[in-house]
């Protein structure tokens, strides 16, 4: 018969057997190296996100197709004012009633984080089927509060004027990069033509940008043929010369380039005094630079990033509005 204290004496040597028990069985795992030990595979993590967007390459893909025998559709005066109003409400960070605005005509908002940068940018695009209305696109930067707008108003026709706009665009931060969505040809009676045309959703948006303070420069190509010489020629277009662009000027000197000023000397009519960007610009007294661009300062990519070097200079030089 047990009794009470040969119970407890017992329950603690069993206790000490399975202890030994699964200490012999580790050490026995042990001595063939754990082969019978289940493996654990862990596969690689999933992307957290979509893949960078290389802005470089997606405008090139959408302005392949521009044409003078292109498509393009003249928006009315609302249609002008939704997407406006769509880059006014991106700007002033409510992108729920960008939305709203812009999808009343098509348009839509996204977002993506550009490759070269790393910075957060989005896009207004036409959300179109066919995309054929040639009304253009909108970038922002999101990384810094947007304070000065680079226009591209005649891509592929002014032979690679829409890459200078997107190496600028990268190259200082707080940018607007506008970009006409149609060859200056492409419309019937110049329609357009959005640096002559106060018509076009070109036009609106950046009027909408200037009239909230933020200057603006506006690249331009011309052939050399046209003006002897000359690489470019800066002017500030209807407005008075001011800083910007002494400062443009002078950085594009130094750069080794012959440099046109428009309010000095007369340029071969490249002055943009006619432009209507810059007229509305004069009007309201905001800054606003017009740079004609000879084809190598345009086509050849050294060139063309010491353009974009300089023209970052000034922008920057505006400073936060």
């Not at 348009?107 to 940018?121: I, K, N, P, S, W």
């Not at 947007?146 to 591209?152: A, D, E, G, L, T």
């Not at 011309?222 to 002897?228: A, R, V």
Request: hydrophobic share 40%; glycine share 14%.
């Amino acid at each position: 018969m047990e009794t009470r204290g040969s119970r407890r004496t017992l329950l603690p040597a069993a206790v000490l057997l399975l202890v030994l028990a699964a200490l012999a069985g580790v050490l026995t795992l042990a001595a063939h190296g754990g082969a019978d030990r289940p493996r654990v595979v862990r596969s690689a993590p999933s992307p957290s996100g979509p893949a960078p967007v290389d802005l470089a390459a997606r405008v090139d893909e959408y302005t392949a197709g521009f044409a003078p025998d292109g498509s393009y559709a003249p928006p009315d005066a609302a249609q002008r004012r939704a997407v406006a109003d769509g880059v006014l409400g991106a700007l002033d960070g409510q992108p729920e009633q960008a939305g709203r605005e812009l999808a009343r005509v098509g348009y839509r908002l996204t977002e993506f984080t550009e490759a070269a940068t790393g910075r957060r940018v989005a896009e207004i695009a036409d959300g179109t089927a066919a995309d054929g209305r040639g009304w253009g696109r909108i970038y922002l930067d999101l990384s810094a509060r947007p304070n000065w707008s680079v226009q591209v108003p005649h891509p592929v026709s002014d032979a690679r004027t829409e890459a200078l706009g997107v190496e600028l665009f990268r190259a200082a931060p707080g940018g607007v990069l506008v970009l006409a969505g149609a060859h200056r040809r492409a419309g019937a009676d110049g329609s357009s033509d959005v640096a002559h045309r106060s018509d076009t959703v070109f036009a609106a948006v950046v009027e909408a940008l200037t009239g909230r303070g933020l200057p603006g420069v506006q690249v331009h190509g011309f052939d050399e043929g046209s003006l002897p010489g000359q690489d470019a020629v800066v002017s500030s277009g209807a407005g008075q010369p001011g800083p910007a662009a002494e400062l443009t000027a002078a950085g594009l000197g130094r750069a080794g380039f012959a440099v046109c000023r428009a309010w000095r000397e007369k340029c071969g009519q490249l002055e943009g005094t006619t432009n209507v960007e810059g007229r509305f610009a004069a009007g309201v007294g905001v800054p606003w630079l017009h740079v004609e661009l000879g084809n190598g300062l345009r086509t050849e990519p050294a060139r063309r990033a010491a353009v974009a070097g300089v023209l970052a200079e000034t922008v920057r030089s505006w400073g936060p509005r």
